[in-house]
Each structure stands twice: as C-alpha cells, then as structure tokens.
C-alpha cells in the first residue's frame, strides 16, 4: 500500500498538479491519462486542489510519504493565482458551507473547516433544523454534508439511485455529489448484468476506483463494530452477518437469566 501510495504521489506531484500558464483560469489539472500525462480537457474544480494539499501533508504527518514539499509548493502556487483568498479577477470570496442537522459532527468537521480557513477558505459549518435539512438535502441545495452509503452483499438495484446520471437530476435520490459519468452508467449497467459474483466484484472495483479518483467524497471515520446495549432476554449466534448487526434476522428470545453467558449459548 505504502508503494502505491508513493507511486500515486509522484505523478500527482509532477503532471497531476502542473501550473499551467496557457491556461486562462491559471488552474491545474485534476485527473491524469492512462498513460501519466495530464488531462487537460477534464474539469478541474476549485476545491479538489486544497484537498490535495491537505493530504500530502496528512500523509506526510502519518510516515507514509515525505508530501510536505509538494504541498508547500502547491500552496504557494495557489495563493500566486489568488486561489488562496479569492476565485476569480473580481474577488469573489471561495466559500464552503457545512450543512448539518446535529452538532453531533461538529468535532469532526470543525478541524477541517479550521484547515480550510488556513488556507484563506471561507469555511463554516450551518447548523438547521431537520425539516430544513432534509429538504435541502432533497433539493441538493448544499456544498458539503456528512453522509454514508451502506450496501449489501450484491450490490445492483441501488447502483444507478446512487451513481447513475438520471438520479443527478432527480430530487429526493442518493446520488448527492450529482454524478454525471457515461462510463459508470455503463459500468451500473454492466454490474447488474452480470452473471456470476467475480464479475460483479470485478465491475464495483472499476466503479469504486473511478468514483475515488472523482473525489466526490472525504473520509472521515469508520469503525468496525457496532455498540449496543440490550436486556438479558435475547439469544444470538456466536458470529453475525457481515455487514450486518442482524437483530431482527437472527437474534431470538430466551427465558430471563441472569447469566449472559447462558443466554448466548442457549
């Protein structure tokens, strides 16, 4: 991982983030051709270049890769064309809003808006009330929000809901970044064609590794297990389902006891 890491590094760090004076918006490139060299007709979005920096130095902080100079470098660079303190010639501020219903995620978001503004990034987070959170959300009317996508086993009939270009303009669907992709629209296609679950496996791969290389999305945080608190009534086996707590599925009832262990291994 770490030597991927490093390879990834090296090409971002040469033809993926050039300076490119030809250009009128004096930006840099955000995705690469297959074989290294930058692709200049795709999009490049203001706020992928200070995500890049933020990982460098990140990966730099954690030993996996010396990214410090590069993302120095990179800043320097941004903050040359005014896109550390504006987006355009007339001063239009770069602003990003975190839009959230709880301030439950506010210790998780609040390093990174802290990280954002150092870079001259007009960042907050907005706090609403449910109503108005799921009606923005519906509506996509928002820069960023804290999100999961769970899936099964056999991914298929959610793909297109979540990644297909239709639900881009479909208020109400789960493709919030609004993705607009022909090549993963085939790919969808392809994965609920197919007929056996290497193929399938094989297909989420492709569509996994194009949607990372996107940057629809930061992570955040996961964790392994789920904590929970119960009465001393119920049975369940000694290994869940992956993916899944499985209560309803395969818990059972068991007379009261006041040993756990007795309920488990009835």
Not at 146 to 169: I, K, Q
Not at 193 to 200: M, P
Request: some cysteine.
């Amino acid at each position: 991982m770490t030597n991927q890491l490093h390879i990834a590094a090296q090409y971002l760090a040469t033809a993926g983030i050039n300076f490119l004076a030809k250009k009128d918006d004096d930006s840099w490139v955000e995705h690469l051709c297959l074989d290294g060299s930058p692709d200049l007709e795709a999009e490049r979005r203001w706020r992928v270049l200070a995500r890049q920096v933020y990982v460098y130095a990140k990966s730099t902080s954690l030993g996996w890769y010396d990214g410090l100079k590069t993302a120095e470098d990179t800043y320097r660079k941004m903050k040359a064309v005014g896109w550390v303190h504006r987006v355009n010639a007339d001063g239009d501020a770069l602003t990003i809003e975190f839009l959230d219903d709880s301030a439950a995620f506010a210790r998780i978001t609040g390093p990174y808006i802290q990280n954002l503004k150092r870079l001259g990034i007009d960042a907050n987070l907005r706090q609403v009330d449910r109503p108005q959170y799921q009606r923005r959300v519906k509506a996509f009317d928002f820069d960023i929000i804290s999100s999961r996508l769970p899936f099964t086993l056999t991914p298929g009939p959610t793909l297109p809901n979540n990644f297909g270009s239709v639900a881009a303009d479909e208020p109400g669907s789960f493709n919030l970044p609004g993705i607009k992709d022909p090549v993963i629209d085939a790919l969808i296609e392809k994965a609920q064609e197919a007929d056996s679950r290497e193929q399938l496996y094989t297909t989420l791969r492709v569509i996994d590794r194009i949607l990372r290389g996107n940057h629809y999305w930061v992570p955040q945080w996961s964790k392994a297990s789920h904590t929970i608190a119960y009465k001393n009534k119920f049975g369940f086996p000694p290994r869940k389902p992956p993916l899944s707590r499985g209560i309803l599925d395969t818990w059972w009832v068991v007379a009261e006891t006041d040993d756990p262990a007795k309920a488990e291994a009835d």
